[in-house]
């Protein structure tokens, strides 16, 4: 059974600061997925990640995969107010020819505070 | 192009009722997955649809059911509710199964 890891699961940082959040994952896997969820919203994609050393950047957010470590991290840079939201990573095991459905961490709520 | 939507958004049923809930992908998307949202869970896997065809379901018990109509419009059933079954409930489409999803926005369910 594939399980997704994910740490911390919570985060209160100041503006301005650097952080890095972590997603374990305990089987091999095609794709790995970022997404940001506002409260009361749907989630909403940021980066997929399909190869061993793939490296996706937009805006103050950077992610990354390391397959043979079973291992993505979302990086944030000089965090702002507007980050503050629960960030979730999804692993597709693809095994079922991308049909086996999303498995979901649980999810690392930010806070970025003035 | 308009995003994934759902229908209703928030809906309020009592035990032992059923329910149905509606989802309209992303025009041109043939693959429909359904999630589960709860504070204590997280987010799980129900099941996924491409070509009207469930492809894989999630660990979800018999009283949660779902279809995909031939213009890839899926439904979601839950029947004999529990108090449990209270939820945000996504539904997510993409191109084909593998390939990045796209969310709607939910439905919300309370079971009272």
């Known amino acids: 059974e594939l399980k997704v890891e994910q740490n911390p699961l919570f985060l209160s940082m100041q503006e301005g600061k650097n952080y890095t959040i972590y997603c374990n994952y305990s089987t091999t896997s095609d794709r790995l997925y970022w997404y940001r969820q506002d409260p009361g919203k749907s989630l909403e994609s940021l980066f997929v990640l399909l190869s061993n050393g793939a490296v996706k950047q937009e805006g103050r957010l950077m992610a990354s995969l390391d397959t043979k470590a079973r291992l993505s991290t979302l990086h944030i840079t000089a965090a702002v107010h507007d980050l503050s939201a629960t960030y979730f990573c999804?692993?597709?095991?693809?095994?079922?020819?991308?049909?086996?459905?999303?498995?979901f961490g649980k999810g690392t709520h930010l806070i970025i505070q003035p | 192009k308009a995003g994934v939507t759902q229908t209703p958004r928030y809906l309020i049923k009592t035990r032992g009722q059923q329910v149905t809930l509606s989802c309209s992908p992303i025009?041109?998307?043939?693959?429909v997955s359904w999630y589960q949202q709860t504070p204590g869970q997280g987010l799980q896997f129900l099941f996924e649809y491409f070509s009207e065809t469930q492809r894989n379901k999630g660990n979800f018990p018999g009283r949660f059911s779902g279809r995909q109509f031939s213009n890839s419009r899926s439904e979601m059933n839950v029947s004999t509710l529990e108090l449990g079954d209270s939820a945000l409930y996504l539904c997510?489409?993409?191109?084909?199964?593998?390939?990045?999803?796209?969310f709607g926005p939910g439905t919300r369910l309370t079971v009272l």
């Open positions: 999804a692993v597709d095991s693809g095994q079922g020819g991308g049909a086996d459905g999303l498995t």
């Open positions: 025009s041109g998307h043939r693959s």
């Open positions: 997510a489409s993409s191109w084909q199964a593998g390939d990045t999803q796209y």
